[in-house]
């Protein structure tokens, strides 16, 4: 089993900065790929970014020199620094890992950008 705990959401302003965290635990293999996904009501969910092991990222076009991804191999930890936030990301945020196996997800986290 897997389980990713993510955290760090609310309530900011625009223009405004968070810090999501996502601790993955269980049969992980060190070699993964971990990235945040965000999904708005009657949208499909949307990668935001993602990163592997070895500490190659990709960021949407939405969200780059904003956002950035960082990962804590070690502690099997993945982190979204969410810099001059707008309305426009506001959403639920979800932690994914990628392993050999499947893929597993997290259970969301709510950000909300008020103008």
């Known amino acids: 089993q897997v389980h990713l705990v993510e955290s760090g959401g609310g309530l900011v302003q625009t223009g405004g900065s968070l810090r999501l965290s996502c601790v993955a635990s269980g049969d992980i293999n060190r070699l993964n790929v971990m990235g945040w996904y965000r999904q708005v009501p009657g949208k499909e969910r949307e990668l935001v970014a993602r990163i592997s092991n070895s500490g190659a990222a990709y960021h949407a076009d939405s969200v780059k020199d904003r956002f950035t991804i960082s990962k804590d191999n070690a502690e099997n930890t993945v982190y979204l620094q969410m810099n001059s936030l707008k309305p426009q990301d506001t959403g639920v945020y979800y932690c994914?890992?990628?392993?050999?196996?499947?893929?597993?997800w997290g259970q969301g986290t709510q950000v909300t950008v008020s103008s």
């Open positions: 994914k890992i990628e392993l050999a196996r499947g893929d597993y």
